[in-house]
T-cell receptor, first 113, second 112 residues
Framework: GESVGLHLPTLSVQEGDNSIINCAYS??????FIWYKQESGKGPQFIID?????DKRQGQRVTVLLNKTVKHLSLQIAATQPGDSAVYFC????????????FGKGTMLLVSP | KAGVTQTPRYLIKTRGQQVTLSCSPI?????VSWYQQTPGQGLQFLFE???????NKGNFPGRFSGRQFSNSRSEMNVSTLELGDSALYLC???????????FGEGSRLTVL
């Protein structure tokens, strides 16, 4: 039969707004998390990572927050630009090898000029 | 520095055929991983190679196989193609097994 497509959560914002993308994880032992951005027709691109001994990490216009109590991650993008339009994934290593990752379902961010 | 290169970018096959996809990692990277991306299942790990050895394998049937050559280039093969194998196949490389992953643009396979 026909497979059901993923219904990606979509966040629509205006240019200049701040965006917050959320991700829940299930493994309380997870100690490393990564956010990826995937633009249409391209492979995922590393944005920022965070280890479990941190609650917050900042990059250029991006901040990742980690709440271990409720097993929740968020990616905040400041002053969102049309070029930020993409699908955003959180990911965590499956084991000690960080090249084996489990990806979340993704959130589509649409930025209107 | 050139990024991860995947060939072919697009291909169409029919059910029952087999396909080989190629990945050239970033120069100096010795770890190569493969992922399958579909609308239904999202991004799923296929396998990981380091120094020509398969380190990890995802939960895919034996029709999916791969290998890595001494120059770190990698290939993956899917035999006896099924409609459900239609997907974007992504290759990623890293300097080591614990390094940041750099993804290629993928090979989009359509099975008719």
């Amino acid at each position: 039969g026909e497979s059901v497509g993923l219904h990606l959560p979509t966040l629509s914002v205006q240019e200049g707004d701040n965006s917050i993308i959320n991700c829940a994880y299930s493994n309380s032992a997870s100690d490393y998390f990564i956010w990826y951005k995937q633009e249409s027709g391209k492979g995922p691109q590393f944005i920022i990572d965070i280890r479990s001994n941190m609650d917050k990490r900042q990059g250029q216009r991006v901040t990742v927050l980690l709440n271990k109590t409720v097993k929740h991650l968020s990616l905040q993008i400041a002053a969102t630009q049309p070029g930020d339009s993409a699908v955003y994934f959180c990911a965590e290593p499956v084991n000690s090898g960080y090249s084996t990752l489990t990806f979340g379902k993704g959130t589509m961010l649409l930025v209107s000029p | 520095k050139a990024g991860v290169t995947q060939t072919p970018r697009y291909l169409i096959k029919t059910r029952g055929q087999q396909v080989t996809l190629s990945c050239s990692p970033i120069s100096g990277h010795r770890s190569v991983s493969w992922y399958q991306q579909t609308p239904g299942q999202g991004l799923q790990f296929l396998f990981e190679y380091f120094s020509e050895t398969q380190r990890n394998k995802g939960n895919f049937p034996g029709r999916f196989s791969g290998r890595q050559f001494s120059n770190s280039r990698s290939e993956m093969n899917v035999s006896t193609l099924e409609l459900g194998d239609s997907a974007l196949y992504l290759c990623a490389s890293s300097f080591s097994v614990a390094g940041e992953l750099f993804f290629g643009e993928g090979s989009r396979l359509t099975v008719l």
